[in-house]
């Protein structure tokens, strides 16, 4: 009886399960997706302090509308549709960082980080307003704002500044990449240029400085400091340097000269002009490669090392010594007290000009070349000129001269002898005397044998 009782008991509760399972169920909410995840950009304006946030798209996998908001600080935009944004006025070398929030209309989320670092600030100050019309005339900057932009400057390898009026050239070290800088004629009165290491070219000539620094500018290959009122100069860094002026105009920069030069980390320079600086001497026994040289106003001079010069003007001097020069096509020394010149090894030489000095006596009867000299001024009792048959111009008017021989100087054409003691000057053909031949009444031409 018992046994019976029980398996309908399971019987009932199989069947009442199998009711359960077949009864439909009341319907259930689908599911709600976020939207899918997406990534933000970030980059600088190009002129202002803003940053241009973008992002791409984040789709909804259920078709929802998707809007979006940034949020940056205390700045929150809300129910953006688009997928770019810009953070305003951010400013410069600033660390930021923020999330872009991409929202369904069910209100479910997805979020992207972004951060960025903004870049430096993009202007350089140009305080002096002459130096920045100069930019602008140029095309280097285009409003009188007093600054100019920091990336033009740095794209720009040569300046010319000649006569601008600057009295400041504050900015010129954002110039990195400036290689020839011309500013010569202005009212400087100090210059950096410490961080314009390219520079291979300075003209800083004829302005009011009192110092120059060159120490950071190994690359300079010219150099042009004249006429400012320097009293120094270190070219201990200059190894490249060949070409270096540095004289001194009297008229511009009176009572104001170097004090003293060294040259014996220069042996590249092929031209060195310090005229009018009184120097006392300089030794440029180091500079061997030297073409060019202008040394006016020294006490003493020796240039038997410098066998390359082609061109020497050291007026001033006591004595000179250019039986080494051979290559010398231009030589001046007068206004000194020279009382010899031996021009006989210099047979290259084409003007000679040795004025105003105390020369008792001069033969150029080896110099085949010479087409120029200049000797007025001076104490000759004797001038060879015999050989010389290229001279087209002769200047020995004041001396103590009592005859003149130019037999072999058919090309003169031009002759200044007057203020001398001549009674005879010998020439090949009365044929020859020019126009431009001057002398005193009491010296007459003849034909000589």
């Known amino acids: 009886m018992r046994k019976s009782f029980t398996l309908f008991f399971l019987f009932i509760v199989l069947v ?10 009341p319907d259930q909410p689908p ?26 798209k984040a789709k909804d996998p259920d078709g929802d509308p998707v809007t979006y908001a940034v949020v940056w600080k205390d700045t929150l935009a809300k129910n953006l549709t688009d997928t770019t944004y810009t953070l305003k006025n951010v400013g410069y070398t600033a660390a930021l960082s923020g ?29 002096d307003a002459n130096f920045e019309k100069a930019l602008i005339g140029l095309g280097i900057d285009d409003v009188q704002d007093g600054k100019v932009l920091t990336a033009n400057a740095q794209k720009v390898t040569q300046l010319n500044l000649s006569s601008k009026g600057i ?21 400087l009165t ?29 690359l300079l290959v010219e150099l042009n400091c004249s006429s400012d009122h320097l009293t120094s100069l270190d070219l201990s860094n200059n ?32 031209y060195l002009s310090f005229g009018g600086s009184r120097v006392g001497s300089v030794d440029v026994s ?37 039986s080494n020069n051979t290559a010398l096509t231009y030589l001046s020394c007068g206004y000194g007290s020279l009382a010899t010149l031996d021009v006989s090894k210099n047979v290259a030489l084409e003007r000679l000009e040795c004025s105003r ?76 005397v020019t126009k431009d031949w001057s002398k005193d009444a009491s010296a007459n031409y003849q034909v000589c044998q």
Do not use: H
């Open 286 to 322: 180091k500079n061997t490669a030297l073409t060019y040289l202008d040394c006016s106003s020294l006490s003493s001079l020796n240039v038997s090392n410098n066998t390359a010069l082609t061109y020497l003007y050291c007026s001033g001097l006591s004595s000179l010594d250019v």
């Open 190 to 218: 100090t210059l950096d240029i410490s961080k314009n290491t390219a520079l291979t070219v300075l003209d800083c000539s004829f302005n009011q400085l009192t110092a120059l620094d060159v120490s950071k500018n190994t």
């Open 357 to 432: 000095t105390n020369l008792a006596a001069l033969d150029v009867s080896k110099n085949p070349k010479l087409t120029r000299l200049y000797c007025a001024g001076n104490k000759l009792a004797t001038l060879n000129v015999t050989n010389a048959t290229a001279l087209t111009f002769l200047s020995c008017y004041e001396n103590q001269l009592t005859a003149l021989d130019l037999r072999s100087n058919s090309k003169l054409a031009e002759m200044f002898c007057g203020k001398n003691n001549i009674r005879t000057i010998c020439v090949s053909s009365l044929s020859v």
């Open 99 to 127: 999330t872009v929030v991409a929202t369904d209309s069910k209100k479910a989320t997805t979020t992207a980080v972004f951060s960025f670092t903004t870049g430096a600030y993009p202007y350089s100050a140009i305080p």
């Open 16 to 25: 009442s399960a199998c009711r359960k399972a077949d009864d439909p169920q």
């Open 239 to 270: 190894s490249k340097l060949t070409k270096l002026s540095c004289g001194t105009d009297a008229i511009v920069s009176p009572g104001i000269n170097l004090t003293s030069l060294d040259l014996s980390k220069n042996p590249a320079l092929t």
């Open 167 to 187: 009295k400041s050239l504050q900015g010129i070290e954002v110039f990195s990449n400036l290689t020839i800088l011309g500013l010569p004629a202005n009212s």
């Open 31 to 56: 599911v709600n997706r976020p939207p899918a995840t997406f990534s933000v950009s970030a980059k600088q304006a190009a002129v202002d302090a803003d940053v241009i946030l973008t992002w791409t």
